[in-house]
T-cell receptor, first 113, second 112 residues
Framework: GENVEQHPSTLSVQEGDSAVIKCTYS??????FPWYKQELGKRPQLIID?????GEKKDQRIAVTLNKTAKHFSLHITETQPEDSAVYFC????????????FGKGTTLSVSS | DVKVTQSSRYLVKRTGEKVFLECVQD?????MFWYRQDPGLGLRLIYF???????EKGDIPEGYSVSREKKERFSLILESASTNQTSMYLC???????????FGPGTRLTVT
């Protein structure tokens, strides 16, 4: 089955710096890669996703890149702000229908001002 | 606005008890999921359902069962609760494949 590895487990940056979180997956059939953000005490929420026919997607300060050959994808946050502090989870599809997801173990991002 | 609710925010049960966790979504979503969240282990899929009365095992189904008798409701059952099932349980739903999963607020279950 699908396995998703996420690094680093913790990341501390200064406000205004960039942050990068990387994930690798094992199943070459996976074709959908979302990223979720979970603030302390709250439920996870989707922030950006990418499908396998696209190499990069951007939404304001966040971007995701996908390398299907190497089976890895990354989240890039530019000009970080204190409100970006949260746990971030990457995920990949775990079944053919693309409904079930396998999540990485998460990255705790701390942005200090 | 999608709403996913869970029956309890906090629950304390004794070892060996049968435990029911319920999840309800109001957006007519086909797919529903149960995860458990533990520090350092991320979100692990227990079971999911793609239609009424249909279910599939996730990564960690041992010790759990599920029931989906109506489209809007998905229940997680711990037949005989054990201390290693102390965790945060999150329910989610999604309309179809490759779409946003909407999470409930979570149930923090403690088994003593």
């Amino acid at each position: 089955g699908e396995n998703v590895e996420q690094h680093p487990s913790t990341l501390s940056v200064q406000e205004g710096d960039s942050a990068v979180i990387k994930c690798t997956y094992s199943d070459s059939a996976s074709n959908y890669f979302p990223w979720y953000k979970q603030e302390l005490g709250k439920r996870p929420q989707l922030i950006i996703d990418i499908r396998s026919n696209v190499g990069e997607k951007k939404d304001q300060r966040i971007a995701v890149t996908l390398n299907k050959t190497a089976k890895h994808f990354s989240l890039h946050i530019t000009e970080t702000q204190p409100e970006d502090s949260a746990v971030y989870f990457c995920a990949a599809t775990a079944n053919q229908a693309g409904t079930a997801l396998i999540f990485g173990k998460g990255t705790t991002l701390s942005v200090s001002s | 606005d999608v709403k996913v609710t869970q029956s309890s925010r906090y629950l304390v049960k004794r070892t060996g008890e049968k435990v029911f966790l319920e999840c309800v979504q109001d957006m007519d979503h086909e797919n529903m999921f149960w995860y458990r969240q533990d520090p350092g282990l991320g979100l692990r899929l227990i079971y999911f359902s793609y239609d009424v009365k249909m279910k599939e095992k996730g990564d960690i189904p041992e010790g759990y069962s599920v029931s989906r008798e109506k489209k809007e409701r998905f229940s997680l059952i711990l037949e005989s609760a054990s201390t290693n099932q102390t965790s945060m349980y999150l329910c989610a739903s999604t309309e179809g494949g490759r779409g946003e999963q909407y999470f409930g607020p979570g149930t923090r279950l403690t088994v003593t």
